[in-house]
C-alpha cells in the first residue's frame, strides 16, 4: 500500500516558503533521531531488569565452563514468563536501534547531521533528562497528562504495569491514540503540514503519535512549489553519510538481516533516494505499530507485512550462539527477534502486559539486594574444577554481597550505565558526521551488561540522570587499571569514578580500556580483552613518568 499525501501538503506552494519548510522538515528529521534515541535507555533499563543468570560464552571457549553471571539473556527456547518477556523486549530493542539507524540516514540524506547527545533528551554531561517521576511527555509526540494515560509518567523502571502502559503509549496505533487524547486537548495534536504559522527555531507541534511524525515528514519531503520543483529537490544531499549494521556485510555479519527494504539510502540517484526514504518510513511505522494493515477485529493482530521482518537464516548466521564450552548452539538471538518480529511493537507489548498480569515475570527489585550465594554462580553441570585459576564462586558471590551492602553502589553502578552508553552515543556524534569512523560493538554489549549488574547488585533502578565527569587533567590517567587512576604528580593510585567508558571504541580517557588493557580510541570490533600498544595498563604509568 503507497503511503499518501495529505490534502493540505497536496497543493501547490509558494517558493518563497521553501526556506522555513526546509528549516521545518530537518527539524521533524532530528526529531525522529530523538524519539528513535529516547526509547533505547527506556526499553533496555526495564529489559534488564528480569532477573535471570547467563554463562559467559564464546567460540571454542570453555574459559568459564559451568559459570553463571547476573543478568538475563535471550533464549533460543524460551519457557519461563521471563524467558518470553525478556525475548519479546529484546525483539523491540533491537528494532529500536535500526530505526535510530534509518533515522540517522534519512537525516544526513537531507543535509542534517544528526546529534545523539546533549539536546532534547541529555544534559551536557550526559545524564538522562528526559526520564523521571515528574516527567509525563514523550519528547514530540504526547504529553500523557493530555490523555486518559494521565497518571502514567516517563520514569525509568522495572518491567511492570506503569512501564508497559508507558511502552504502549508510545507505540500507539492513531486510532487508538486519538481515542486516548482528552476531546478539549485533541487540537493540540497531529499537525497538518505545511505547519500554519510555524518559523525557523520555533519548536515543533505536537505530533500525537510517531506515526504521525513520519507522515508528516513524508508530506513536508513531497511538497512542491510555483516554480516547478519540490522540497526533495531542494534539500537531497548526494554526498550525505550513510551507515550500515543490519545490511552489511562483512566476516562477522555475513548476510543482509532484510532482504524486503533498504536499510540505507543510494544517493546516486535522487529518485531512487526518495522511494527509499519513504520505504524506510513505512517499515518504521509498520515495525512499531502496524499501520499497513489495520486490524480487521480487537482479536486479530496487526501484522507486519513480511518485506518489513527480517530473515530467519540471516539472524542465526549473523548471531551464532554458543555453549559455555564453546561448542556452537541454536541462535538465541534470531529466535527472539525471528519469532516476535513479524507482530509490531504495540502488539508485543500487549503480549508483555499479558505476562505481568498473570504474575509470570520477577524482576530483580523484587528479588532484593545481597543474598549471594554460589550456587546461584554455577550451573547444574558445574563439576567443581578451576583448571584456569579464575576467583572461585564463594569469592565471587561475597564481593557481589559486598558490593551490594555498600551505600554508594547505586550512585556509582548507575554511572556507570551512564557512561557506557555515553561511550556509544559519544561515538554516534562522529559517526554520521565524519566518514570512515567505525562502530563501538564491544561497547554497546557492555551498555547491557553493566545495566544487568547495576539491577542485579542494587535491586534498583539505575539512576540515568546523574552526570559524568570529564577528562581534562593531562597529568591522571583515568582508568589505566580497573578503576585506578595514577597521578603523576603525587604518584599514587587511588580508585576515581568520574570517567566512565565501556570499551575499545568508546573510551575517551587516554587510551584506557575498562579492561585493564591500553586500546586504540579510534574503533573497531575487536574483543574487548586484547591488548594493543604497549599491553597493560602498567605500562602506561611508566610513560606518564
Known sequence: MARLVTAAAAQTRSAENKATDKAALQAIAQAAVDVELFTIPLYMTSLYSIQGMHPITGKNTDFYAGRLWPGAKASAHPISGNERAFNIVFSVFIQEMLHLQMAANMATAIGVTPKFTGGALQDANFGWTCYGATQTVIPDIIDLKDTVNEDVTVELGPLDEHRIRLFLAIEQPEDDARAAIKPDKLSSYFPQVPFQGWSPGDALPMFGTIGWMYQCYYDYLSLRYDDGTSLWDAVFDDGAIQNDLFNNFSSGHPMREFMGFETTIALTDKAIAFSQMVAMMDAITDQGEGSEIKKPSANMFQAVMPRYQPRDEALRADYPSYSDKGVQIPSADAAARFDNDSLDHYERFQEVRGLIEIG?????????????????????????????NLPTPEEIAGALNTLSADPGAHQQLSQAVVGAIAGVTRVLDTFWASPGQSFPFPSMVGSGDRMSIAWAVTAQTPDLSQGIGAADDVHTLYHACQGLVYDKDTQQDDPDVIIYHSCRGSNGCRSQGGCGFVQPVTGGAQGCGAASGCGTAVAVRSQAD
Open 360 to 388: 509470570a515475570i520477577t524482576t530483580w527489585n523484587q528479588r532484593g539486594a545481597g543474598n549471594w550465594n554460589a550456587r546461584d554462580l554455577t550451573s547444574a553441570d558445574y563439576d567443581g574444577s578451576n583448571p584456569y
